[in-house]
């Protein structure tokens, strides 16, 4: 990986703030990491070029974050939250702030329509897999920040308590009736949704927690190849049924053990959640692997097109395949780049 363009690309970006248009989720961080890991690190600052422009300034801080429990899920905070995690991640080891940040946070996983848990991700993959730098450390801590102010629960979740695999899980998922309105009013909806509080802990719990990397890499898979299925209805949302397990699939391995049960159980709300709430009612047939099925040339088309869903939609695709072997999962980029 070019060390020095992913925290060229960190530097530009953290002049911008989280969001933008209102509360469109800045993509550039998430997606210039993925770009830069798959060998597609020329393309970034070009790419960045365009991007950049869409953005909004990096918010202000009013005042610091005294109760940390009253200000989570408060964008007016977003500025103070940024600032907070930066003094965090300039004064304490970054595992040491995740680790103690992480159980605060994972109950509000659809923050941003779960961007913020994403964000994360991708900063912990960086930070874990390649090593510490100062502008790795402040994506981090922009990351948490983002999470923090937009903080948002899945209505009924909590412990696993079901039997079923990650495939049958996902069938049994239902599908709201009213598909007005953005993710947080849809989200709203899910607790009068029949079936619905069965479904959000109907997952089999991981036996012990050296088995919860498992338990989520079947969820994205089955997810990945879900999207082939049901990807019509909404292309772009339903991209994070896919990557939101995939990110806290990315942060296990910088986690206490004890914290996996609980991080796969969130992880399985989010995917259920953007499921119910995006995917299409009713399926087509599943596409056909009929594309590329070398991972680097999957990730390569996915790079020309350009689209940041379709960039992190084939980053975790190609991770998928990886832990698994299935090609089918390979088609779900190609896929999304046709629909978006």
């Known amino acids: 990986m070019d060390d020095g363009i992913l925290d060229e690309a960190y530097h530009r970006l953290h002049r911008t703030g989280p969001e933008f248009e209102g509360w469109l989720s800045n993509h550039g961080p998430m997606a210039a990491e993925a770009l830069v890991r798959h060998g597609q690190g020329a393309r970034v600052h070009r790419w960045l070029d365009g991007y950049l422009r869409r953005l909004d300034d990096l918010p202000r801080g009013l005042r610091p974050i005294d109760d940390w429990r009253a200000a989570l899920g408060d964008p007016k905070r977003a500025g103070d939250w940024l600032d907070h995690f930066d003094r965090e ?71 696993l308590t079901g039997h079923a695999d990650a495939a049958a899980a996902l069938a049994g998922v239902p599908r709201i009736g009213d598909r007005s309105g953005g993710i947080r009013e849809r989200l709203g909806r899910l607790t009068g949704e029949p079936g619905w509080s069965t479904a959000v802990t109907a997952l089999r719990p991981p036996a012990d927690p050296e088995r919860a990397a498992r338990t989520l890499t079947d969820v ?40 996996r049960a609980p991080s796969v159980a969130a992880a399985w709300a989010a ?29 390569a088309r996915a790079a020309r097109h350009g689209d940041e869903h379709v960039v992190k939609l084939a980053d975790a695709a190609l991770e998928a395949y990886a832990a698994t072997g299935d090609e089918r999962v390979l088609a779900a980029p190609g896929h999304a780049g046709r629909l978006i």
């Open 220 to 259: 994205v898979h089955r997810a990945a190849l879900d999207y082939l299925r049901f990807g019509h209805g909404e292309p772009v949302m339903l991209v994070h049924a896919v990557t939101a397990p995939t990110a806290v699939l990315r942060t296990l391995p910088a986690l206490d053990p004890a914290l």
């Open 271 to 299: 995917t259920a959640a953007v499921t119910s709430v995006y995917a299409a009612p009713a399926p087509t047939a599943a596409t056909p692997v009929d594309g590329p099925t070398e991972p680097a040339e999957v990730f």
């Open 89 to 159: 991640l300039r004064d304490r080891p970054w595992r040491e702030v995740l680790g103690e940040w992480w159980p605060r946070l994972l109950p509000g996983i659809a923050a941003g329509a779960t961007h913020g848990v994403i964000r994360v991700g991708h900063a912990v993959r960086v930070l874990h897999t390649d090593g510490e730098t100062p502008e790795r450390r402040a994506e981090l801590g922009q990351a948490l920040g983002y999470w923090a102010a937009r903080w948002q629960p899945v209505p009924g979740a909590g412990p």
